[in-house]
Nanobody, 126 residues
Framework: QARLVESGGGLAQAGGSLTLSCAASVRAVSYADMGWFRQAPGKERLFVAAINWRGQNAEYDDSVKGRFTISRPYAENAVYLQMNSLEPEQTAVYYC???????????????????WGQGTQVTVSS
């Protein structure tokens, strides 16, 4: 199971930007999908974006398409989420996530496939 450490959360104004980073232990994510989920108080954990082990085949929730970009540079055991045009409704704890080895299958959007980091708070003020 991967050890995942998030950073980059904080406070942003509506319309602003933040970039989240997640560093992962080396072996555990070599062939894993990596992604981001978010959870607002009292709500379920929701898929945001994910990308496969090659840094390809990104998947996005419809609510963030065109505004968020997930990236995973080759040979880095890290994943990033660039968030633009933020909205107050996107205030939540954002969790970095990683699957087990997944090769030649679609990038997973299912929370049940992932293990989690500790999360980082993102607060968007209106």
């Amino acid at each position: 199971q991967a050890r995942l450490v998030e950073s980059g959360g904080g406070l942003a104004q509506a319309g602003g930007s933040l970039t989240l980073s997640c560093a992962a232990s080396v072996r555990a994510v070599s062939y894993a999908d990596m992604g981001w989920f978010r959870q607002a108080p009292g709500k379920e954990r929701l898929f945001v974006a994910a990308i496969n082990w090659r840094g390809q085949n990104a998947e996005y929730d419809d609510s963030v398409k065109g505004r968020f970009t997930i990236s995973r540079p080759y040979a880095e055991n890290a994943v990033y989420l660039q968030m633009n045009s933020l909205e107050p409704e996107q205030t939540a704890v954002y969790y970095c996530a990683a699957t087990g080895a997944r090769i030649n299958v679609p990038t997973s959007r299912a929370a049940s496939d992932y293990s989690w980091g500790q999360g980082t708070q993102v607060t968007v003020s209106s």
